[in-house]
């Protein structure tokens, strides 16, 4: 659903401050300013049940929680659970499509299938096991018995199950990330469940729902490991709350959506949108004397990763907004997203996987107090619902998000999804924002906006130690930002300036090198893990966007940070330079394609590149030693516009000193990225 709430021959309530006596007593001249957020629209009358019809072909996703037991013996892995407690399938995500018809005595008849998938390792719950079972994911097919009470209907359903469940052995019992073989099997079986959906505005319906899923037993032989067999007999409970997108009876039609049978109006009070992409990547061997563990292997390799987000935002009261974002993302990066610190994909996860898993990535409540004057419009988009807003403003956002999401931001290069790839050329580099292994964090913003410049602050939460999944207040993150907007012969552009410090659980390069230099028996690593505690690092950023030309933009960033302590959340730059060009396409006819080309030189600090000369390894390189120069980039991307939802985009990035090393490289990436939205 997105635009603006579509009334019919409904009346239009307008609530204001000042009572009707007081609005009569203005000037007839003076026009009297409403706030978009006291605009509503007044009570609809009962829909009729012969009124609604729920006949018609309908997909949507689902967000929910379960709960799962496979059998004595069987190790459960703890997965995610948010805020509720970890179990062996935490949260769960997915998508379902169907049909139902609605009969004369509205009886509906329907069927369903849906796939869930499960969450991420719950690190901090783990317990040592020789072994660990897992769930992957359920798939259902399903028939539905519901009876229609106008836009409510209760229903049962029930039908065929499967799913996927595999065992990990680890090598060291105690270390449950030591996995020296991984067991997969499909398993089919039976479910049954009840649920309700009700409409809610336009073609959309939501819709709560409780499923039990009973599976056969599988049998896994780890006789192999010197290990007994087990049994995994799943037994899984799960809870959803789903959205679906109602078609109607002829989904190929092309007025099927518009006049699919509802007696509802849209609505402006919420909004729903959603991407995919999916970004092969892959090379051809390079030169590669040597490697060490986080070196980018020498014989080529081809990658994937897939994601998958739900943005969904509404309005609680006025000037506040509440989004949400869950997402399912699956794949690795070049190496598991290890080998080169400018890294080639900005959709790969540090967190990567081979089913899909879900998170919910962003979830946040926007306050915005407008301070009066001139107003501008803002436009349904995701994360971002339709109205007005003063441009004299104060904004305070507080719960889950990318720090990328209000810093650092620029029109030409800071979306992977739709322009440059490399993280380099996308982020200040040298920012070591602070982040979960996805790219998240949890903490505050606030913002000041005028009209020709912004100046806006975060404090956030940042990881417990160097490249972990854990958030922690113990320490954290601060970052400041000013943004100034100006144009140049007549030609838009801005200017933001930031700066950022961080505290955390990490190492010192100098410390960490004149411990072992003082016994060269030790492991520097070894070393470097034993001298975490609380140390801060600081640096700063310019990030320029600049119109030059109707439909051509120019970027460029510079960053740096001090270099002397390890690197906790992003990767392994303290000095960063990029710039780039995007122009659009309607120099050639195609004015929703888009051409960039941009570079980016990398650098290390001293201390730093020391500590990887002696066989240190950092977040994502380390090749046990170290012909330090410059690591440099050059990408060049074409973007071509399927239709107005859909992007399709080849890319190239060659790499001159792969993780600062000359001795290493030049490598020549290769990328496609297929693109959806709506």
Known sequence: ?????????????????????????????????????????????????????????????????????????????PLQGAFLPHSPTGLIGGFQMGYNRELANHLILGVEADTSFTSPLDVPALTPAPFNTTLDYVGTLRGRVGYAFGSWMPYATGGFAWSHTHVNVNEDPQNTNSIISSVGHYQTGWT??????????????????????????QTYDLSAFGLPGINVDPRIDIFKLGLNYRFGDMPWSAAAAVNAPTALPESDTWNVHAQT????????????PYSGANSLPGGGQ????????????????????????????????????????????????????????????????????????????VADGPNQLAGKR???????????????????????????????????????????????????????????????????????????????????????????????????LDQPGKLRLGGFANSGNTGNYREALAIEAADPMLDINAVMRSIQHTNLKYGFYANLEQQIAKDVGLFARASWNDGQNQILSFTDIDRSLAAGLSIKGSYWGRPNDTIGIGGAVNGLSAANRDFLAAGGIGLLIGDGRLNYRPEQILETYYAYSLNKNVTLTADYQLVINPAYNADRGPVSIFSGRLHGEF
């Not at 609680?316 to 907004?321: C, K, Y």
Request: overall charge negative; some cysteine.
């Open 1 to 77: 659903m997105k635009g603006i709430c579509r009334f019919g021959g409904s009346t239009i309530v307008v609530l204001a401050t000042w009572s009707a006596a007081v609005a009569g007593d203005v000037p007839p001249n003076l026009p009297v300013k409403v706030p978009v957020a006291y605009v509503t629209k007044a009570p609809q009358a009962p829909i009729r049940p012969d009124i609604y019809n729920w006949t018609g072909f309908y997909v949507g996703g689902h967000f929910g929680y379960g709960d799962a037991g496979f059998g004595p013996g069987t190790h459960p892995l």
């Open 192 to 217: 049954a469940g009840l649920g309700l959906e009700f409409a809610v505005s336009g073609n959309w319906s939501a819709k709560l729902e409780y499923e039990h899923v009973d599976l056969s037993r």
């Open 277 to 288: 992409t999916f970004l092969p990547q892959g090379y051809p061997a390079f030169r590669s």
């Open 302 to 377: 081809l990658q994937e990763t897939w994601t998958t987000t739900a943005f969904l935002g509404v309005r609680l009261w006025r000037g506040a907004e509440f989004y949400f974002n869950p997402e399912l993302a699956q794949g690795f990066g070049l190496d598991g997203t290890l080998g080169i610190a400018g890294f080639p994909n900005g959709e790969a996860q540090k967190a990567g996987a081979a089913f899909p898993k879900i998170r919910p990535q962003r979830y946040y409540i926007k306050q915005t107090f407008g301070l009066g004057g001139e107003q501008e419009d």
């Open 390 to 488: 003063d441009i004299d403003r104060v904004t305070l956002i507080v719960g889950r998000f990318a720090v990328g999401d209000f810093f650092d931001n620029n029109a030409y290069a800071h979306d992977p999804r739709a322009d440059f790839m490399n993280w380099a050329l996308w982020e200040s580099a040298a920012y070591d924002f602070p982040a979960d292994l996805p790219g998240y964090t949890r903490g505050a913003v606030v913002e000041l906006n005028r009209k020709d410049w912004a100046v806006r602050a975060a404090v956030v939460e940042v990881p417990s130690a160097p490249n972990s999944d854990v958030l922690t207040f113990k320490t954290g993150g601060v970052v400041t930002e000013f943004e100034e907007r100006h144009t140049i």
